[in-house]
C-alpha cells in the first residue's frame, strides 16, 4: 500500500487553528518518511486544547504559518493520493478550514479513515481511540496526541488491518476529497 497517515492538533476549538501537523509517508507497505512541525496558529490557545496535547503558545511563537508550512506538504495532496487519518473527519476538515482562511486552494485527494474501517474491522473493542486500537493490534503509541506518534500510529493500523484483512476490506472506506 501507498498512502500519507496525517495527524493535526489544534491550539483552540475552531479547526482553523492548527498548532502541529505530522505526515507519515508509506511506500510498498514501508514507513519512508516522516514530516513534523509545530504551527504558529495566529490564535489564542484554549487551556483544554493545550491540556491535551501540551502545545502552548509559547512552543509556536516562531513556527511557520499554516501557509508556510503547506508550500512544504501540498505536494501530497494530488488526486491520486491517499491520505489517511484516525477520525479522518477532523483532520480533513482541519486542513480544509486552514486552507479556507488562508486563501489558499483546496485540493482533490483520496481519503480513509482508520476509525471507519477499525469500527468494521473490530466491532467488539470497548471503544475505537487510537490508543485502545494500538493496544489491542500491539503497535506502539508513546505519545498519544503527539502528532507525529499518532501519524504514525494511524499508518501502523492501517498495514496491519491490511495485511490481516486483505485490500479488499480496506477498498471501500476510500473516498475523495473534493
Avoid at 500519507?4 to 476549538?13: G, K, L, Y
Avoid at 503558545?57 to 508556510?68: G, N, R
Wanted: aromatic letters at 10%; glycine letters at 2%.
Amino acid at each position: 500500500m501507498n498512502f500519507v497517515a496525517i495527524d493535526f492538533e489544534t491550539a483552540a476549538s475552531k479547526r482553523a487553528s492548527a498548532c502541529s501537523l505530522a505526515l507519515t509517508v508509506v511506500r510498498n507497505n514501508e514507513v519512508v518518511n516522516e514530516f513534523y512541525t509545530l504551527i504558529n496558529p495566529e490564535v489564542p490557545f484554549f487551556w483544554r486544547n493545550v491540556k491535551i496535547h501540551g502545545i502552548h503558545e509559547k512552543d509556536v511563537l516562531d513556527a511557520p504559518t499554516f501557509p508556510e508550512v503547506w508550500e512544504k506538504i501540498k505536494m501530497f495532496f494530488t488526486p491520486n493520493q491517499l491520505i489517511i487519518a484516525h477520525n479522518a473527519r477532523f483532520d480533513n476538515s482541519v486542513l480544509k478550514k486552514s486552507l479556507e482562511r488562508y486563501g489558499l486552494t483546496q485540493p482533490k485527494y483520496l481519503t480513509l479513515d482508520t476509525l471507519a474501517v477499525t469500527r468494521h474491522l473490530f466491532p467488539k473493542l470497548a471503544n475505537h481511540k487510537l490508543n485502545t486500537v494500538c493496544d489491542s493490534l500491539g503497535i506502539e503509541l508513546n505519545h498519544h496526541h503527539n502528532a507525529l506518534d499518532d501519524s504514525l500510529a494511524c499508518a501502523n493500523i492501517l498495514r496491519a488491518e491490511q495485511q490481516r484483512f486483505g485490500d479488499d476490506s480496506i477498498k471501500p472506506f476510500i473516498t475523495v476529497v473534493k
